[in-house]
């Protein structure tokens, strides 16, 4: 191995890993696409079966794309397992599925070849995670929209990780305030040091589902300003699936509904006065359509 290439990987090695759960792992299994996990350690793998793309040591690799090869080395050393040969009575590897990349033939062989450089499973440039110790399940309801989900994530995961997760249903986490009961949460911390305990345990110890509880998250909108439409004034329209006469007329309710001096005022936070000018705009905005539409479901409208 070069000297270039040593540092290359040292580089690799001294930059902080991610924690990936299983669930995360497994779903790459394809040979172009091929993650295993070896002793707590998460591989990408895919650059080595192409170096050996249709050679035969690859076949193990391939048939186990997404699972755990921790069966295959030494908890202790590390190393790859071996054993005494039945046949020549010498230590070698043990390969249940066959051999694979950087191992050794398992009897004497002209062809044997010694290894460029340390084994796959020890190159940092082929590590991408660290395999979580234990899956955590959390809820998350956002205060606005009242949308809520449940995720799974790593024990091992601080908040701003958890954001990253969570921003498949929301692309903007971080302009929220996220909160534990009446406790504002440190993004820098885990579920455990901020205060949510797994009692899964405890759960089964009494004989109780290990879901039987699910810790809680509450997202509240900070409002920060990030879209400011300025001057001008835009309406989001979603559509409207309520039976409410006032709602249900037809053409959806806006999300922001009030003219641009309104537009940064969080409704959660607004004292009396503003809370009154929102409802004067919301019935005047109601109104304004009610008249485009005649029907009798719209008269209560009219009368407001």
């Known amino acids: 191995m070069s000297s270039q290439s040593f540092f290359k990987e040292l580089a690799i090695e001294k930059k902080k890993l991610p924690y990936i759960a299983p669930f995360e792992?497994?779903?790459?299994?394809?040979?172009?696409?091929?993650?295993?996990?070896?002793?707590?350690?998460?591989?990408?793998?895919?650059?080595?079966?192409?170096?050996?793309?249709?050679?035969?040591?690859?076949?193990?690799?391939?048939?186990?794309?997404?699972k755990d090869l921790s069966h295959w080395f030494d908890a202790k050393t590390g190393a790859i397992r071996h054993r005494i040969h039945p046949v020549t009575g010498v230590l070698t590897p043990y390969c249940p599925n066959g051999a694979f990349p950087d191992v050794q033939c398992q009897v004497p062989d002209s062809e044997w070849r010694a290894i460029n450089g340390p084994p796959w499973w020890d190159r940092p440039q082929y590590q991408i995670g660290i395999l979580t110790k234990r899956?955590?399940?959390?809820?998350?309801?956002?205060?606005?929209?009242?949308?809520?989900?449940?995720?799974?994530?790593?024990?091992?995961?601080?908040?701003?990780?958890?954001?990253?997760?969570?921003?498949?249903?929301?692309?903007?986490?971080?302009?929220?305030?996220?909160?534990?009961?009446?406790?504002?949460?440190?993004?820098?911390?885990?579920?455990?040091?901020?205060?949510?305990?797994?009692?899964?345990?405890?759960?089964?110890?009494?004989?109780?589902?290990?879901?039987?509880?699910?810790?809680?998250?509450?997202l509240f909108y900070k409002d920060d300003l990030k879209y400011s439409q300025g001057e001008e004034e835009k309406f989001t329209y979603y559509e409207d699936l309520s039976d409410d006469k006032i709602s249900g007329i037809g053409q959806g309710v806006p999300y922001r509904f009030l003219t641009p001096t309104f537009q940064s005022i969080d409704p959660c936070i607004c004292d009396e006065d503003e809370e009154e000018a929102h409802a004067d705009d919301f019935k005047a905005y109601l109104k304004s359509l009610a008249l485009q539409d005649t029907s009798e479901a719209n008269k209560d409208v009219l009368d407001l």
């Open 135 to 218: 899956v955590r399940s959390l809820k998350i309801i956002n205060m606005l929209t009242f949308h809520e989900v449940q995720i799974n994530v790593c024990c091992e995961d601080t908040f701003r990780r958890i954001q990253e997760r969570y921003s498949i249903f929301n692309k903007d986490p971080d302009s929220y305030a996220w909160r534990y009961f009446d406790k504002e949460i440190d993004l820098d911390k885990t579920m455990d040091e901020n205060g949510i305990i797994d009692d899964r345990d405890k759960f089964t110890e009494y004989g109780m589902p290990q879901n039987f509880y699910v810790p809680v998250v509450f």
């Open 25 to 66: 792992v497994v779903v790459h299994n394809k040979a172009t696409d091929c993650w295993v996990s070896v002793l707590g350690k998460v591989f990408d793998i895919t650059p080595l079966i192409k170096q050996y793309e249709g050679q035969a040591c690859v076949k193990p690799l391939i048939a186990l794309a997404g």
